[in-house]
């Protein structure tokens, strides 16, 4: 089989799986999502990057003290459809969260994170809000993602989802003047003024 070294070698009306991404040997960062390809955007902005540095840094200290282990993106996550099979052929669906909490460590490899992890925490972006808001919404709610924060610089709010009987419910959404605070994690609370400046 010929390496696949630029992503103009791949069909992007065909489906595929995580045994096809491991093979992958391009710079372009993608997703798979139900075994289509989702191009990234371009290298996240300057407010990008300074929010998740700042959610990194707090996440960072709460966590050094914690068995659950975060970690930032690029982290790929393999999340399992119905059939729950981690073969690498059976798997069609690896995202890569600016930040992830995985606290049951067997779903930890050397190759990342396979099944759901505890926290989730996506930034929105100029041309991934959709992506974000809906598919990964939809996404990580079927997975069992207990926790999932969107956080939007552009608005400076943080919208904190929990999974109650398989489903999100908001429960709240925090503004600058506020401080989140991580429903599963008791005492990892953030200040936005910190992390919108």
């Not at 919208?159 to 989140?180: G, H, N, P, R, S």
Request: charged share 30%; glycine share 4%.
């Amino acid at each position: 089989m010929k390496p696949i070294t630029k992503l103009s070698q791949l069909d992007l009306t065909k489906r595929y799986s995580y045994a096809d991404y491991l093979t992958w040997h391009f710079q372009e960062r993608v997703e798979l999502i139900r075994g289509w390809i989702q191009k990234m955007s371009p290298a996240p902005g300057t407010n990008h990057q300074a929010v998740s540095r700042t959610i990194q840094g707090e996440m960072y200290n709460y966590f050094k003290k914690n068995p659950c282990q975060f970690f930032d993106a690029p982290f790929d996550v393999r999340l399992l459809d119905i059939k729950k099979s981690k073969e690498d052929r059976e798997v069609y669906t690896v995202v890569q969260p600016d930040l992830c909490v995985i606290c049951d460590s067997a779903k930890l490899d050397d190759r990342g994170c396979i099944g759901a992890p505890d926290l989730i925490v996506e930034i929105v972006s100029p041309g991934n809000s959709k992506r974000e808001m809906k598919t990964k919404y939809d996404l990580y709610e079927e997975s069992g993602v207990r926790e999932y924060w969107i956080a939007n610089p552009l608005e400076k709010n943080i919208m904190l989802y929990v999974l109650k009987a398989k489903k999100y419910q908001l429960k709240k959404i925090f503004f600058d003047d506020e401080t989140i605070e991580s429903v599963l994690f008791k005492g990892l609370a953030i200040e936005l003024k910190d992390i919108f400046k």
